[in-house]
């Protein structure tokens, strides 16, 4: 099916050849002022086959946001697809995949040992109720388990 290219980067990407779960560079940006961003598509389930529920979502983002931030000052941004299949993480600076990766990697290491989603209260969210640290455990381990297939993004 022949589509005409968009201004958005993933909707250019054929949903259909992508295997998740991936890390997959998505955007790299200079800035007027000589900075660098570079957009990862941190892709947890098959589009169009699977979902992550909302309240994983919710707290996945929660999570990663909060301890992300331990392993690197870089960390701009780590934002939930509206499909729910995975996340955008928007870093700054030259990255090679492999420092993406043990970043990922060390981060849903800590989501594993979590005691609780950070922020998940009415004062500091705006849907607090709306969380589930189990199923971001539960989802953060079987993105950790298929590590070796990170860097696979088409079959």
């Not at 054929?14 to 779960?21: C, E, F, M, N």
């Not at 499909?83 to 492999?98: P, R, V």
């Amino acid at each position: 099916m022949d589509q005409p290219r968009m201004n958005v980067e993933s909707f250019n990407l054929d949903h259909r050849t992508v295997v998740a779960p991936y890390v997959r560079l998505a955007d790299r940006k200079v800035l007027p002022a000589g900075d660098v961003l570079r957009k990862y598509d941190v892709r947890f389930a098959q589009p169009n086959v699977e979902h992550l529920e909302m309240p994983v979502v919710h707290s996945l983002e929660h999570l990663f946001a909060e301890h992300s931030r331990n392993h690197s000052d870089r960390v701009v941004d780590f934002s939930p697809m509206g499909c729910q299949t995975g996340f955008y993480l928007i870093l700054s600076g030259e990255w090679e995949d492999a420092e993406v990766h043990d970043l990922v990697a060390a981060t849903l290491e800590d989501v594993t040992r979590a005691a609780e989603v950070p922020a998940a209260n009415e004062t500091q969210c705006g849907w607090g109720a709306n969380h589930t640290l189990a199923g971001a455990q539960e989802a953060a381990r079987r993105f950790l388990a298929a590590r070796d297939e990170w860097s696979t993004v088409t079959a």
